[in-house]
């Protein structure tokens, strides 16, 4: 039963990659940049979009919100103006854990790619299936919070190998931890070596310039460097 | 297709729960009371165990460590001398984000269940398929740290709708937060209404106690009460 179980989540994977491959040529087409932003429940993520999407420097942004249910998060954002697609994953049944590719794509005919810049897909919140589904993204960036503890690169390699940048969010928080910076930083490149990270409390907006520098860069039309 | 996964899904839920009943029949012939403790990534469930483990007025306890890799969290409590069996999603594939009871079956061996009165079972870091899985567990309580925000019951329902008892813990991190906590009690209650819940700081031990004697309670001989 193990060999037989093994057999059908690699061809879900290879599935899901075709269908990423598809996403990505549409994106390709429109020039718009994607990232597949994820994090463990609760670290961060919407709060870092409420600060870092009002000011991108006239890079035209969408937002791709992705739950369990409701559209909690796409409701917080709904101020921003911008161009805004909920997903929902309970329908696969009691609620899938994370976006596939296929969800991605039903949601695609909702966003006006053609007047995007740069897509925002929030993920569900959760640090394992999320990293081993591709959606047809540029960059995966993933949030990281102080108050989840420095053991979380080892306990969830995949999710922190096969990002491009880790925000480590909640630094205003860091006074009231007994959280080590330095020993989560050596955890972190023991993974990933040397991967791209950036300091930041989105509650504050310390270190959020960064993040928004980090995407405006993405989103430049420079299509030699989207590898 | 969708139907067609949803079927497969369906199928396997199925299966889990064919097997968690055979857990349950062990558990009940060794008379052992079984706690499913899950949580996000990072809520704080080892240091909760470790606080609350070493002081159960003589329960004899054992602990079933889920993650999906390594052994972090069975090394932080190997110093307290209980059973501790190891369970690794990662064979699954990139890595389950979940126990399901199969992989509690099959260690069990690995456990003296004739000389325990409690097992705890940490499960894997998720808000998500973890309460889609029973396990055998005769009790299933969750950790929500205050740092996720108040709006983790209406994202992951299923979790607070499924679960005994809620542990609110880091509440020494409240003065340093925007957290709400009438506003989580309420959401909380919309999901699962008079659900018991503590109000804890593992780090600190505030409120711990109640922890303490709730997991006595359970493990305390009444057949009938284990419903």
Chains 1, 2 share one sequence.
Request: with cysteine; glycine share 8%.
């Amino acid at each position: 039963m193990h060999r037989t179980r093994v057999r059908i989540v690699e061809d879900a994977l290879d599935a899901n990659n075709t269908i990423a491959r598809a996403n990505r040529a549409d994106f390709d087409r429109h020039e718009v940049a994607v990232i597949n932003l994820m994090s463990a429940p609760g670290a961060g993520k919407t709060t870092l979009l409420e600060r870092v999407l009002p000011d991108l420097a006239g890079v035209r942004v969408g937002v791709l919100e992705g739950d369990v249910q409701g559209s909690l998060d796409a409701d917080r954002l709904a101020d921003l103006h911008v161009p805004i697609a909920q997903l929902n994953t309970d329908p696969g049944f009691g609620g899938e854990c994370h976006l596939d590719a296929n969800m991605v794509r039903s949601a695609l005919p909702s966003l006006p790619l053609a007047d995007l810049d740069l897509l925002v897909i929030e993920n569900v919140g959760n640090l394992v299936c999320p990293a081993e589904f591709r959606v047809g993204e540029d960059a995966r960036v993933m949030v990281s919070s102080v108050t989840e503890g420095e053991d979380k690169p080892l306990k969830y390699p995949l999710m922190f190998r096969t990002c491009e940048l880790v925000v480590i969010n909640k630094i205003d928080l860091l006074p009231h931890l007994d959280f080590d910076l330095e020993l989560f930083r050596h955890h972190l490149d023991a993974v990933h070596p040397g991967v791209e990270r950036v300091l930041v409390s989105a509650r504050t907006g310390e270190g959020v310039g960064a993040v928004r520098d980090w995407m405006v860069a993405l989103a430049t039309p420079r299509a030699p460097a989207r590898t």
